[in-house]
């Protein structure tokens, strides 16, 4: 089956700076990437996503890249808040297996004031 | 997301024993899902299912049983079975089946006796 694997684990940022958490997949029929955010005693919430047809989507400051070649994919943050603090988790899904996600193990993004 | 509720937000069990968590949501979403979440790991997928009586199992259904008799809601067991059930579980659910964002219930804490 799929295999997503994340990182960093953690991360720690000076407000302001960028931040950059990478994941990759194992299988090539993968299509779908979402990205979730899940701050501290709460429910992840998705914050964005992206389909192997295009290679880059971009929210305001939040932006994902994606590789098919490499089998890779990243979420970059610009202009870091303290408010961005949480954990972000990366998922991998293909269109014969439903809406079943295969997440990463999450990445600990600190953003210091 | 507020329209996925679980209960109860923390539910102790004692050895040998069953116990049921709650997902109930009034999304009208065909799909649903049970998550495992443990400390500092990425969320596993249990069980979920596509749509009212039918349901599949995950990576890690062993020690688990799900119910779907009604599109609103998707009860876990955790059995005797389970050996170490101690986790944060998700409930999720989604339109449908393709592809689609997940939203997530507040998640039930469980721990052992």
């Known amino acids: 089956g799929e295999n997503v694997e994340q990182h960093p684990s953690t991360l720690s940022v000076q407000e302001g700076d960028s931040a950059v958490i990478k994941c990759t997949y194992s299988?090539?029929?993968?299509?779908?990437f979402p990205w979730y955010k899940q701050e501290l005693g709460k429910r992840p919430q998705l914050i964005i996503d992206?389909?192997?047809?295009?290679g880059e989507k971009k929210d305001q400051r939040i932006a994902v890249t994606l590789n098919k070649t490499a089998k890779h994919f990243s979420l970059h943050i610009t202009e870091t808040q303290p408010e961005d603090s949480a954990v972000y988790f990366c998922?991998?899904?293909?269109?014969?297996?439903?809406?079943?996600?295969?997440f990463g193990g999450g990445t600990r993004l600190m953003v210091k004031p | 997301d507020g329209g996925i509720t679980q209960s109860p937000k923390y539910l102790f069990r004692k050895e040998g024993q069953n116990v049921t968590l709650s997902c109930e949501q009034n999304?009208?979403?065909?799909?649903m899902y049970w998550y495992r979440q443990d400390p500092g790991q990425g969320l596993r997928l249990i069980y979920y299912?596509?749509?009212?009586?039918?349901?599949q199992k995950g990576d890690i259904a062993e020690g688990y049983s799900v119910s779907r008799e009604k599109k609103e809601s998707f009860p876990l067991t955790v059995t005797s079975a389970q050996k170490n059930p101690t986790a944060f579980y998700l409930c999720?659910?989604?339109?449908?089946?393709?592809?689609?964002?997940?939203?997530f219930g507040p998640g039930t804490r469980l721990l052992v006796l």
């Open positions: 999720a659910s989604s339109i449908g089946q393709i592809q689609e964002t997940q939203y």
């Open positions: 299988d090539s029929a993968s299509n779908y």
């Open positions: 992206i389909r192997s047809n295009v």
């Open positions: 998922a991998a899904s293909k269109n014969n297996a439903g809406n079943m996600l295969t």
């Open positions: 999304l009208n979403h065909d799909a």
């Open positions: 299912s596509q749509i009212v009586n039918d349901f």
